[in-house]
């Protein structure tokens, strides 16, 4: 098997990490789990590793959606079956120079994290849309945010060159390396990136090659994680794509809102309120409605009494049932209600008429329905109305 991950011949994505198209040959490849895979004698498709996740792109013309490594290998998951022999091997640019630039932006925000604040951080996650470290700080104000992000833009802006290099396990032991900690059973050279006058730190992953190239890093939001604060960020692109989508939607915002960017949230907060307003006086309106409806019903004096309610709700017909109730001496009536396609009834009976939940369930059999009460009120919902006359019958 190709072993392409030793420490003496490093492969092209770490030789030359802005390259973006290569001519390799297919060693090996297999079948894992119904993913099939190959193994090249070189690649430029970076491997899942230290937070960074894998590349994509394609073998002649057949997609690579994952790269692993995997004992000595690397081993690259393609769409269909690759046959052994020449390959010409094509990065997802755009993918890997986002992660390029999170990931270079990840070092220099925790370099003077550390440095200038005295945050170290203790774990790093890159996903699609954002990215976070975690600090051991216990919590950080808007000001401690605004310093380090102040902070980081000038060493953006001071354009530091990124230089990886391998060394020699002695080597590395001799040199002041931000981690000292390296894999267990680690053996040969040690990959370190150092950001000029800045960093130097181990790491396996593909960079910028200066530190103007993050172009920007945005502090989004913090949150506390076990005791230390999670950061949230984005770097580069990523950060002027999710400012324009900011702006988009402050413009969409503006125009339903009618109000400029600094006065949103307040002409959000006044519509909500107004919403409450409005649906408080529709429960009122609603509440007076059913009064009338079961006075309208008292009115009629008949023993048996139903009313039907097009475009009312459950809580309707339960008050018309229960105000009737209150007043109805030994009469019954059945409210019966649709909206929006759905069916409700009540049964209201007054305390000389006889037992509402007996009747109620025998009703609720008739209508196919379902319902439960309490008292001189029985209500339920039933997949249709056709059962009207039979239950009329059954409290006549
Ligand atoms: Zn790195």
């Known amino acids: 098997m190709a072993k392409n991950v030793d420490a003496t011949s490093p492969p092209a994505y770490e030789r030359e990490p802005y390259r973006t198209a290569l001519d390799a040959s297919v060693l090996a490849s297999g079948d894992e789990a119904g993913r099939p895979y190959v193994v090249l004698d070189d690649t430029i498709l970076f491997p899942e590793g230290g937070g960074q ?76 849309e954002v990215c976070d470290v975690e600090l051991d700080v216990r919590a950080l104000s808007p000001a401690d945010l605004e310093a380090l992000e102040e ?49 130097l730190n181990t790491c396996a992953g593909t960079h910028l090659s200066n530190t103007a190239e993050i172009e920007v890093l945005a502090l989004l939001s913090v949150e506390p994680l076990r005791g230390g604060t999670r950061l949230f960020f984005v770097a580069g692109r990523r950060a002027r794509r999710r400012l324009t989508r900011h702006e988009e939607r402050n413009a969409a915002l503006r125009k339903s809102l009618g109000a400029p960017d600094a006065g949103l949230v307040d002409a959000a907060k006044a519509k909500l309120d107004q919403l409450s307003e409005t649906q408080r006086a529709l429960r009122r309106a609603e509440e007076e409605l059913a009064v009338a409806a079961a006075e309208a019903a008292l009115a009629a004096r008949a023993r048996v009494v139903h009313a039907h309610f097009e475009g009312r709700d459950m809580a309707f017909v339960q008050t018309v049932a ?9 009469r019954a009536a059945l409210l019966t209600a649709t909206r929006e396609g759905q069916h409700v009834f009540a049964l209201g009976v007054g305390d000389g008429f006889g037992d509402a939940q007996a009747l109620g369930r025998e009703i609720a059999s008739l209508f196919e329905g379902k319902g439960g009460g309490s008292g001189r009120v029985f209500q339920g919902k039933a997949p249709g109305l056709s059962g009207v006359d039979r239950a009329l019958k059954l409290l006549s």
Do not use: C
């Open 53 to 128: 996740p894998p590349d994509h792109g394609f073998l002649n013309d057949i997609e690579v959606f994952d790269v692993q490594k995997k004992g000595g290998d690397i081993r690259h998951y393609v769409a269909a079956p690759v046959a052994p022999g020449p390959a010409r091997v094509r990065l997802d640019w755009d993918r890997r120079f986002d992660h390029m630039q999170q990931h270079t932006g990840q070092h220099l925000l925790s370099a003077v994290a550390q440095d200038r604040f005295g945050w170290q951080t203790t774990a790093f996650h890159l996903s699609p």
């Open 151 to 199: 902070a980081v833009a000038a060493e953006i802006r001071a354009a530091h060159a990124v230089l990886p290099r391998r060394v020699t396990l002695d080597e590395f032991r001799a040199l002041p390396v931000r981690t000292r900690g390296l894999p267990e059973g680690h053996a040969g050279d040690v990959r370190l990136v150092e950001i000029e006058g800045v960093d």
């Open 322 to 330: 229960r105000r009737f109730a209150e007043k109805a001496g030994a």
